[in-house]
């Protein structure tokens, strides 16, 4: 579920670093499936737990008619010391101070062949960063 970030802050001992839009590539089409989320929890103090589960960790949500799959779920933690920990599914996973849990959300798949999006679709999806242009170019042949 999605915990408004005040209530995590006050109730559970985290920061809220970042909310944003999942930036990974996966799910283009005609039409674009929905963009996921990515959030980061910094971990405010030692000897915390972890624990989540995520389905769609290692399918990604199908794209259909030609749309391409999205992109799957999961959660990162990355370590004070630089090193980077990836799961769908941990229990009691021990998280200190200065860690941070990311937590990526998937793209949905597309619907469509992505050469038939239009070019003012492909443009507002680069202005709005969903999409870079050298993914735009990859899969909607579109060269600005």
Same mark, same amino acid.
Request: charged share 30%.
């Given at each position: ?27 283009? +089409? ?47 933690v ?9 799961h ?20 949905? +798949? +597309?619907? +469509? ?9 492909i ?22």
């Amino acid at each position: 579920f999605n915990c408004p970030a005040e209530v995590a802050e006050a109730r559970y001992g985290l920061g809220i670093e970042q909310v944003a839009l999942n930036s990974e590539p996966g799910g283009e +089409g005609q039409w674009r499936g929905g963009k996921g989320i990515e959030v980061h929890y910094r971990v405010r103090a030692d000897d915390n737990f972890l624990s989540v589960g995520y389905t769609r960790s290692r399918m990604p949500p199908w794209g259909a008619s030609g749309g391409l799959d999205g992109s799957v779920n999961y959660v990162e933690v990355m370590r004070r010391d630089g090193s980077r920990d990836r799961h769908a599914f941990t229990t009691n996973l021990t998280v200190n101070e200065g860690d941070i849990i990311r937590v990526v959300t998937g793209n949905g +798949g +597309g619907y +469509g062949d992505p050469k038939l999006r239009s070019r003012a679709d492909i443009e507002r999806d680069l202005k709005n960063e969903y999409l870079t242009p050298e993914r735009a170019k990859e899969i909607y042949g579109y060269d600005a």
